[in-house]
C-alpha cells in the first residue's frame, strides 16, 4: 500500500513536447511538493501546496505547472520540454508543521528528454 | 539563508567498520535538520531528524547523529557498517516556523566493501 505513488517511473519524451506527472498521497498529510534532483543528484524543491493553496514557489520556469486538485493530489505539468529539464522530478508529502515534520517521498519520475 | 554542506562526496568503508558522514549546517535561527538515504533508483527515507529535544537522535538502521551547535554541525554515524548500508545520504535543513522547506545537502555516496 504506497504512501507516495507517482505515475509514471520513467518518461521520455522528444523537446517541444508537452507532459504531465501525477502523484498521490494517502497518508492524510495536508502538504505536498515537487522536488527535482539532477543529474549530478542535487535535489531542490520547486513547489509546495497546503490545501490546495501553493504556498512555496521557487524560482523555476512558468513551463513548469502545478496542479493540485485536492490535498491528495499534487500534479507537474510541463509544457515546451527542453534537455535541461531531464531529471528524476520527486513528489512528497507531510503535516504542515512549522518546519520538523517529515517529508515522505514517492518513488520518482526519471524523466529523459530527447 | 540556510545552507548545507556535506564533507565528501563519496566515502567507502570496510564491512564493520564505524560510518561517518558529515554535515555542517548554516541558518540565522534556530534549525532543524535532517538525514534521508536513497537507494538506488528509489525515493529518499528518513533516517532521523533532530527537531529541538535532545541533541544526541536515534534512527533507524542502527544511525544516529549529534546535534553541536557551536560547531554548526550534525555528523552522521553508525558504529558498523552493513552491506546494505551502501546508498545515498542526504543532510537537508529546514526553516524553523517555516513551511516545512527541505534544503539539502549535495549528498554522499557511501560504498561499503568487504
Known amino acids: 500500500d504506497t504512501a507516495v505513488s507517482q505515475t509514471p517511473k520513467y518518461l521520455v519524451t522528444q523537446m517541444g513536447n508537452d507532459k504531465s506527472i501525477k502523484c498521490e498521497q494517502n497518508l492524510g498529510h495536508d502538504t505536498m511538493y515537487w522536488y527535482k534532483q539532477d543529474s549530478k543528484k542535487f535535489l531542490k524543491i520547486m513547489f509546495s501546496y497546503n490545501n490546495k493553496e501553493l504556498i512555496i514557489n521557487e524560482t523555476v520556469p512558468n513551463r513548469f505547472s502545478p496542479k493540485s486538485p485536492d490535498k491528495a493530489h499534487l500534479n507537474l505539468h510541463i509544457n515546451s520540454l527542453e534537455l535541461g529539464d531531464s531529471a528524476v522530478y520527486f513528489c512528497?508529502?507531510?503535516?504542515?508543521?512549522?518546519?520538523?515534520?517529515?517529508?515522505?517521498f514517492g518513488q520518482g519520475t526519471r524523466l529523459t528528454v530527447v | 539563508a540556510q545552507s548545507v554542506t556535506q564533507l565528501g562526496s563519496h566515502v567507502s568503508v570496510s564491512e564493520g567498520a564505524l560510518v561517518l558522514l558529515r554535515c555542517n549546517y548554516s541558518?540565522?535561527?534556530?534549525?532543524?535538520l535532517f538525514w534521508y538515504v536513497q537507494y538506488p533508483n528509489q525515493g529518499l527515507q528518513l533516517l532521523l531528524k533532530?527537531?529541538?529535544?535532545?541533541?544526541l537522535v536515534k534512527g533507524i538502521n542502527g544511525f544516529e547523529a549529534e546535534f553541536k551547535k557551536s560547531e554548526t554541525s550534525f555528523h552522521l554515524t553508525k558504529p558498523s557498517a552493513h552491506m546494505s548500508d551502501a546508498a545515498e545520504y542526504f543532510c537537508?535543513?529546514?526553516?524553523?516556523?517555516?513551511?516545512?522547506?527541505?534544503?539539502f545537502g549535495a549528498g554522499t555516496r557511501l560504498a561499503v566493501h568487504p
Open positions: 537537508a535543513v529546514t526553516l524553523s516556523g517555516g513551511y516545512n522547506k527541505l534544503i
Open positions: 512528497a508529502s507531510s503535516h504542515q508543521g512549522r518546519g520538523n515534520t517529515e517529508a515522505f
Open positions: 541558518s540565522s535561527v534556530p534549525p532543524y
Open positions: 533532530y527537531t529541538s529535544a535532545a541533541t
